[in-house]
C-alpha cells in the first residue's frame, strides 16, 4: 500500500497559485508507519535513515508523545494510530477538494474509482452501466477488482473512493449505504450429486442441505480473508462439521461455479452471484446441469453494502451511481424472489 504524495517539493503557500503542502514531517511520518521500517521508508523518500529519524523525533518533540515503540520492532503507539486515521483523513479530504477543483477548471465532468470484487462486478456491472453512461458520458469511471479485505485497505489511503463490499468492517471513517442481505447456496453438479447420494435426496436438498451429509463430498471453499470464508467457517464450527476434503479455494465465483459444472466439486456461493448458474443449466448436457439448494441452518448475514470515507463529499454524479447500483441490486434480489 503506498500514499501517493510528491514528497519534496517546497512549500508552495508562498507562491502564486500553488496549494499547501502537508508538511514534510507528517509525510515522512506516513511513509514510516507504512513501512514499518525506517529503513524501507528513506528508501521511499530518497533521504537517509536519520533524516527518517530526525521528522520523527521533531513530531514526537513537538507534541510530546511517542509515535512508535522501537523494541522488540517498530510499531504505533496509540498516539502513532490516532496520528495515522488523522492524516489519512487529510489526505484524503485534499485529494478529493483538488480533484472536484481541477476537474470545474478543466471543463471536466468527473472519474473517480470503484472497488468491488470480480463475481459481483461481472454480475451488476452489465445491468447498470449503459444506463449510468447515456446520462453521464463524459464521467471516467474506473474499476479496482479485489476482495473486501483489500477494498477497505484501499479506500483508506485513497486509491478508491466507494466500493461495494461485503459485511465490511465497522470502521468509524466508513460511510455505509446498506444495499442486501444475502443468502448462501450450495451448488452441485448433478453427476456429483448421483456419485454420492441419489435422486430422492434432491427433494429433501431443496428444503434444506445439511452441510454434515455432504462431509466426503470435495469442495471449493474461499480465501481465508474473504467475507463468505469468514461465515462459512463460522457455520462449519458452530454446526461442528468437518468438510475433509476441500482442495480448491478461490475467490472468483465465476471459477466456483465452473469448477462445479466440471463435476469436481461442489461449492457454496451467494444467491446474489447464482445467475450465471441459471444461463449455464439453460444449455448445459444433463450430467453437468447444477443444482442449488439452500443451506440448513445457515443463519450468519452477508452485508452487501456501498461504502464511502466519511470525510468526502460526493459529487452529483457519483451519487447518482450509488443509486442506480442499489436500484440494479434490488431488481437482482426481487428477481431471485
Known amino acids: 500500500m503506498e500514499t501517493s504524495f510528491h514528497l519534496f517539493e517546497m512549500p508552495a503557500r508562498g507562491r502564486r497559485g500553488g496549494k499547501p503542502e502537508m508538511k514534510q514531517s507528517f509525510k515522512i511520518f506516513l511513509l514510516t508507519a507504512e513501512e514499518m521500517s525506517i529503513s524501507r521508508a528513506a528508501k521511499r523518500a530518497y533521504v537517509t535513515q536519520q533524516c527518517v529519524s530526525d521528522h520523527i523525533k521533531r513530531l514526537e518533540d513537538e507534541y510530546g508523545v511517542a509515535l512508535f515503540e522501537r523494541k522488540p520492532r517498530l510499531r504505533l503507539t496509540e498516539a502513532g494510530e490516532t496520528m495515522l486515521r488523522s492524516l489519512r483523513s487529510v489526505h484524503i479530504l485534499e485529494n478529493n477538494m483538488e480533484r472536484n477543483i481541477r476537474e470545474i477548471a478543466d471543463g471536466q465532468r468527473g472519474s473517480f474509482t470503484v472497488g468491488m470484487s470480480t463475481s459481483r462486478a461481472q454480475i451488476i456491472l452489465p445491468l447498470m452501466l449503459k444506463r449510468y453512461y447515456e446520462h453521464f458520458p463524459k464521467v471516467d469511471v474506473s474499476f479496482y477488482v479485489n476482495d473486501t479485505v483489500?477494498?477497505?485497505?484501499?479506500?483508506?489511503?485513497?486509491?478508491?473512493?466507494?466500493?461495494?463490499?461485503?459485511?465490511?468492517?465497522?470502521?468509524?471513517?466508513?460511510?455505509?449505504?446498506?444495499?442486501?442481505?444475502?443468502?448462501?447456496?450450495?451448488?452441485?453438479?448433478?453427476?456429483?450429486?448421483?456419485?454420492?447420494?441419489?435422486?430422492?435426496?434432491?427433494?429433501?436438498?431443496?428444503?434444506?442441505?445439511?452441510?454434515?451429509?455432504?462431509?466426503?463430498?470435495?469442495?471449493?471453499?474461499?480465501?481465508?480473508?474473504?467475507?463468505?470464508?469468514?461465515?462459512?467457517?463460522?457455520?462449519?464450527?458452530?454446526?461442528?462439521?468437518?468438510?475433509?476434503?476441500?482442495?480448491?479455494?478461490?475467490?472468483?465465483?465465476?471459477?466456483?461455479?465452473?469448477?462445479?459444472?466440471?463435476?469436481?466439486?461442489?461449492?457454496?456461493?451467494?444467491?446474489?452471484?447464482?445467475?450465471?448458474?441459471?444461463?449455464?443449466?439453460?444449455?448445459?448436457?444433463?450430467?453437468?446441469?447444477?443444482?442449488?439448494?439452500?443451506?440448513?441452518?445457515?443463519?450468519?448475514?452477508?452485508?452487501?453494502?456501498?461504502?464511502?470515507?466519511?470525510?468526502?463529499?460526493?459529487?452529483?454524479?457519483?451519487?447518482?451511481?450509488?443509486?442506480?447500483?442499489?436500484?440494479?441490486?434490488?431488481?437482482?434480489v426481487k428477481n431471485h424472489e
Not at 477497505?152 to 485513497?158: A, I, P, Q
Open 150 to 332: 483489500v477494498l477497505e485497505e484501499k479506500l483508506l489511503d485513497g486509491t478508491i473512493d466507494l466500493f461495494l463490499g461485503a459485511n465490511a468492517s465497522l470502521n468509524p471513517v466508513f460511510h455505509t449505504m446498506p444495499l442486501a442481505v444475502d443468502r448462501m447456496y450450495l451448488i452441485i453438479s448433478e453427476s456429483l450429486l448421483q456419485q454420492h447420494f441419489g435422486s430422492r435426496e434432491i427433494k429433501e436438498f431443496e428444503q434444506g442441505a445439511d452441510l454434515a451429509r455432504f462431509s466426503d463430498v470435495p469442495f471449493s471453499l474461499y480465501y481465508e480473508t474473504g467475507a463468505v470464508n469468514l461465515i462459512v467457517q463460522q457455520h462449519l464450527k458452530d454446526y461442528g462439521i468437518h468438510l475433509k476434503n476441500t482442495p480448491y479455494h478461490i475467490s472468483d465465483c465465476d471459477t466456483h461455479i465452473f469448477l462445479c459444472a466440471s463435476g469436481l466439486c461442489a461449492a457454496l456461493i451467494p444467491e446474489m452471484l447464482s445467475l450465471r448458474i441459471y444461463e449455464h443449466n439453460a444449455k448445459c448436457d444433463p450430467d453437468k446441469y447444477i443444482h442449488i439448494f439452500p443451506v440448513k441452518n445457515f443463519h450468519y448475514p452477508l452485508r452487501i453494502e456501498l461504502i464511502w470515507h466519511k470525510d468526502t463529499q460526493q459529487p452529483f454524479y457519483i451519487k447518482a451511481f450509488c443509486e442506480m447500483l442499489q436500484e440494479e441490486v434490488n431488481k437482482l
